[in-house]
């Protein structure tokens, strides 16, 4: 929970803030960057399984679509407003989230993360920052700890 807190506090949030609040406080950041195209694939080998639970507060439906490694669209799921789900996936899986006319929200692929909608826009809560440039690196050698 102190994970949860310090990203909230950095985003001059408390733990009590509305899913509203959040998107309202975030969301310029998330959606105002031009969408990218899918950028993993089944030759990255550093993927783990994850959870993405997605939280729909918009008003209207919206899609939880996954794209294939082909680029191939595939819904999973429609969320009502006020529905919630919990999607098992991988850190390289790419997912979309679009509105009822198809139009993108908010594309993700990364560690498990909540990703609330509000009619405000996405607001993802849960990802790590980045490690720190002397981070050990996956092999376990890195700036720290070398000699």
Known sequence: MTFLNNILSGLGLSSGASPDDMAATTTEAV??????PPTC?????STGPCKLVVINHRGSPVQLVWLSYDGAEQVYNVLESGAETHQDTYSTHVWELKDEDGKR???????SAKLYVTSA???IVGTP????????GPS????????
């Open 140 to 147: 376990g050698s890195g700036a720290a700890g070398s000699s």
């Open 105 to 111: 929200l908010v594309q993700y692929a990364g560690p």
């Open 41 to 45: 694939s089944w030759t990255d080998h």
């Open 31 to 36: 959606i105002s960057a031009p969408p990218a």
């Open 121 to 123: 826009g996405v607001t």
């Open 129 to 136: 920052p980045p490690p720190p440039a002397d981070a050990p």
